[in-house]
């Protein structure tokens, strides 16, 4: 995988998903690409990114089509980190899901919003575990005491959404950077 990495997901169009995220994270556009390859995406990632190098008080974060999901991916890992957000945006676009792993902070993430609020959240951060709301489908008979990374990764995949154990292999990519907040 080579770090961390978060993403959310709803199932409507990349264009829509993108209208959607700006307003719900209130967020101004100022730059915009479309790539084939991810190492494009990841560079444009990093020059845009505050917590990756780029201007104070700008995120940037790329999009692209899996299945019925747009996928709305975040090297920084910044997604995950605004429920209120998130909560918006299932108001406007329907159910959302949103992980995040990080092998190297163990930290791990997993989330779903619908109808505005928040419905499930794991958080793995700091050997403790953080559990709100009621379990998904894909955890029936597990135990919470196993939540960590690989868990968190198959909770997203139970979505029919794409690994996070490589890059994301076939575009195209919508790239975008916006000022927040």
Not at 12 to 25: D, G, M, Q, T
Not at 54 to 72: N, P
Not at 120 to 139: C, M, Y
Request: include cysteine.
């Amino acid at each position: 995988m080579g770090g961390g990495r978060s993403a959310m997901a709803a199932k409507i169009s990349p264009e829509k998903l993108r209208a959607a995220v700006l307003e719900a994270f209130g967020a101004e556009e100022v730059a915009a690409e479309t790539f084939e390859d991810f190492y494009d995406v990841k560079t444009f990632c990093r020059e845009h990114s505050e917590m990756l190098g780029g201007e104070v008080g700008q995120e940037a974060w790329y999009i692209w089509k899996s299945g019925d999901w747009a996928v709305m991916g975040d090297l920084s890992m910044e997604l995950p980190g605004n429920a209120d957000a998130l909560a918006r945006l299932s108001k406007a676009v329907g159910p959302v899901v949103a992980c995040a792993i990080d092998p190297y902070q163990e930290y791990a993430f997993f989330a779903r919003f619908e109808d505005g609020g928040l419905k499930r959240r794991l958080v793995l951060e700091d050997e403790q575990i953080l559990e709100e709301g009621l379990p998904v489908k894909a955890e029936r008979g597990r135990h919470i005491d196993d939540f960590n990374e690989e868990e968190a990764g198959r909770l997203w995949l139970s979505y029919d959404l794409p690994t996070f154990d490589h890059d994301p292999l076939e575009g195209p990519f919508s790239c975008f950077a916006a000022k927040v907040g």
